[in-house]
């Protein structure tokens, strides 16, 4: 355990290499655990403000635009809202978020800043989608939560069974094709899931953009490529991180924020959020203004298998199907290796920014993406953008949405 914490503290801090051995000596568990419960008090004690605790339509309402919330039912039982920003001026974009966000991201910067505001502007129908297990969509015809045959999903399950719920929904609603669908992160991994496995789905849509895509990612910096090497020790994700839901411990969270942010003179806060350590910080673009908000709304939630298929990737370099080992792959795949996703296969016109500095889409695996896709239609790299900053960077309006906006128009 200790050396998967040490590790995550020095990629997030930049520590050098020859400091962790000192720190792997020095410090024993059990003094670590009494650093992490007097952490703990500290942290219970930050208080928010108000407007934090509003929710995506509350925070869509008071930035002065209408809101609606739709639910809909995937084929195998979930229930996942789905927030939209109506128009009737032009055709639906739905906008998918990244792992362990929600549709609140979009709108978290506010009013000229969120994409789905800026969406809105231009008149737009603007959809944002909740996938399976996140705050909004933690709910199934029969299963609850807190039974584990929910949380049995990954990505795979989001672009075979959400994304095709939600297109088929608003495409229904409103009597047009997707517009286009605009994905972050992990809203691009399930969307090619889609336009393979489900090409009369993808068929719907007229144009794809993918923000800092997650499909390679064996070259990513992120400091979970050092718990992918331990995925075949199940009982330590399960240990750590929670054996349904991916609930990183907080004791290790606190950990991570009393030595590596004081150090480091990084916010305590920001420190000891799993979103910020798994995609990385950015002092220049970060609005600070924003952080209560975010910190109320993500993490929101995802489940211990989606980390597992991400780590799986990791170590494979591939693009493909779970991995439930050799003997099961035979029974369900019938073959010893999970099968790859064939990306020649989708039709969908593409758009791909990716971040200079993104720790999780690193340039080379985004590069091998792109020479897989057959319809291309743009690829802009955005200078010194990290993972995140794509849907909070302080200059994500002028460097991002604007070409974007452009490319929507062809
Ligand atoms: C989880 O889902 C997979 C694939 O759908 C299935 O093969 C497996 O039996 C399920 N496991 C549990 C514990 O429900
Ligand atoms: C489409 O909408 C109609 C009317 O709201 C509904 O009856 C039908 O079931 C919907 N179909 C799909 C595929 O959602
Ligand atoms: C399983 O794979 C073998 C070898 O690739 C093939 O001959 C066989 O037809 C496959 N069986 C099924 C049920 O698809
Ligand atoms: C930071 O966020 C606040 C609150 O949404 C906003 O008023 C302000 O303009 C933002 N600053 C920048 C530089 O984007």
């Not at 000596?25 to 009494?34: E, G, K, T, V, Y």
């Not at 593409?350 to 999780?360: E, M, P, Q, T, V």
Request: glycine content about 4%; some cysteine.
């Amino acid at each position: 355990m200790w050396p998967i914490v040490i590790a995550f503290l020095l990629v997030f801090c930049d520590l050098a290499a020859a400091i962790t051995f000192d720190i792997l000596q020095d410090i024993s568990p059990n003094a670590l655990m009494n650093t992490m419960r007097d952490n703990k008090e500290q942290l219970n004690s930050i208080k928010f403000n108000i407007d934090a605790s509003l929710n995506t339509v509350q925070m869509i309402r008071k930035a002065g635009y209408p809101a609606e919330a739709h639910v809909v039912q995937t084929q195998d039982g979930y229930l996942l809202t789905l927030h939209r920003i109506p128009s009737n001026k032009y055709q639906p974009v739905l906008l998918q978020h990244g792992l362990l966000c929600s549709s609140a991201d979009w709108v978290i910067a506010g009013k000229d800043k969120g994409l789905a505001f800026i969406l809105a502007d231009q008149g737009y129908d603007v959809w944002l989608g909740n996938i399976r297990g996140n705050t909004y969509s933690r709910a199934h015809v029969s299963l609850s939560p807190s039974d584990s045959r929910f949380w049995n999903f990954s990505f795979h399950e989001m672009g075979i069974y959400d994304l095709p719920a939600m297109i088929s929904y608003i495409t229904n609603i409103t009597s047009h094709p997707l517009h286009t669908y605009i994905g972050h992160s992990m809203g691009t991994t399930s969307f090619y899931i889609m336009a393979v496995e489900h090409p009369e789905i993808a068929r719907m849509v007229q144009m794809m953009i993918s923000l800092a895509p997650a499909v390679f990612v064996n070259h990513m910096k992120s400091p979970i490529r050092y718990f992918s090497r331990f995925v075949q020790k199940l009982e330590i994700i399960t240990h750590f991180f929670g054996k349904n839901e991916f609930l990183p411990h907080s004791d290790m969270l606190d950990y991570l924020s009393k030595y590596g942010c004081e150090i480091f003179n990084i916010e305590k806060e920001i420190c000891a959020n799993v979103i910020f350590l798994i995609c990385g910080f950015d002092k220049e673009q970060f609005n600070y203004t924003l952080l209560p908000v975010i910190l109320n709304h993500d993490p929101a939630g995802a489940s211990a298998k989606t980390l597992v298929h991400f780590s799986q990737e990791i170590e494979s370099g591939k693009f493909r199907q779970y991995d439930y080992g050799r003997k099961n792959n035979l029974l369900i795949y019938n073959a010893t290796e999970p099968p790859d996703y064939n990306l020649g296969s989708i039709t969908v016109p593409i758009a791909i920014f990716y971040g200079d500095n993104d720790w999780l889409a690193s340039n080379v695996d985004v590069k091998k993406l792109y020479h897989l896709l057959p319809n291309i239609l743009d690829m802009y790299r955005v200078p010194k953008f990290n993972h995140l900053d794509f849907i909070w960077g302080k200059d994500a309006p002028k460097l991002v949405y604007k070409r974007l906006l452009e490319i929507m128009k062809i």
